[in-house]
């Protein structure tokens, strides 16, 4: 599901190439969760949303085809692609060793600062998920996970968490409405915090992987579900 909604900035980070500023705009929003799997994108589509002309739009998307984050579907037309069981179950393995890492160095690292900005982050999640304005809430929760990322000081494990993402940020759309329902994300979320608070890394990784077990569940039941409708004669 594309979105319109002006969004925060989308990344730290300050290509100098237009080329490789499209690539990492388009990239953040794959990340964030702003296409869902099954979305159609186009080269025109997205020069024109990103207001470039066609050729950086279409150097962009080459490079995340070749990443596999994007399937060409015709020469000008992509697909966002939904995972199969097999692939997501082996990225959410990896984030798991991965993010739980990440999220346990953390704690010795955090200042208070940074824990009052997170609480900041949650407040808007919160604030999206209940007016159901779930592509909001998606922006946001990348925010929360990776701010906690960061403070592990090891900018390397960032960078291939950030890959993990890049695969699976469309499948994040499949946790909603129910996860919102549920209030899962929500209930993780808030003990990641009381574990920074307490400096306890344990308390902070056992929430961050609770959290996404938790995901992994929800996205497992709508990757079988899109797989049966697909499997009925046509």
């Not at 237009?18 to 799997?37: C, F, N, T, W």
């Not at 919160?126 to 159901?132: C, D, G, Q, T, V």
């Not at 920074?196 to 929430?207: H, N, T």
Request: zero cysteines; proline letters at 4%; glycine letters at 6%.
């Amino acid at each position: 599901m594309a979105s319109s909604t002006p969004f925060a900035k989308e990344d730290d980070r300050q290509p100098t190439r237009l080329g490789d500023r499209v690539y990492e705009q388009i990239k953040e929003r794959l990340i964030r969760g702003a296409y869902g799997p099954g979305d159609k994108l186009t080269v025109r589509g997205l020069a024109e949303t990103l207001g470039v002309s066609s050729t950086p739009a279409r150097d962009a998307i080459n490079r995340l085809a070749l990443e596999g984050a994007l399937v060409y579907a015709g020469p000008k037309t992509v697909i966002v692609p939904a995972l199969d069981p097999e692939v997501l179950e082996e990225i959410t393995l990896m984030r798991l060793a991965l993010e739980g890492l990440a999220a346990e160095r953390a704690a010795a690292r955090v200042a208070d600062e940074d824990i009052e900005a997170l609480k900041e982050t949650q407040a808007r999640i919160n604030a999206a998920l209940r007016e159901r304005r779930y592509a909001e809430a998606l922006w946001s929760n990348k925010e929360f996970h990776f701010s906690i990322y960061k403070l592990s000081g090891m900018p390397h494990l960032l960078a291939t968490i950030e890959t993990l993402w890049l695969r699976i940020g469309a499948s994040f759309n499949d946790l909603y409405p129910e996860f919102a329902e549920a209030k899962y994300g929500i209930h993780n979320h808030m003990a990641a915090l009381e574990g920074l608070a307490e400096r306890d890394g344990s308390a902070v990784r056992a929430a961050i992987e609770s959290d996404i077990r938790d995901g992994y569940r929800r996205m497992r039941q709508a990757t079988r579900e899109r797989n049966a409708i697909q499997s009925l004669p046509s």
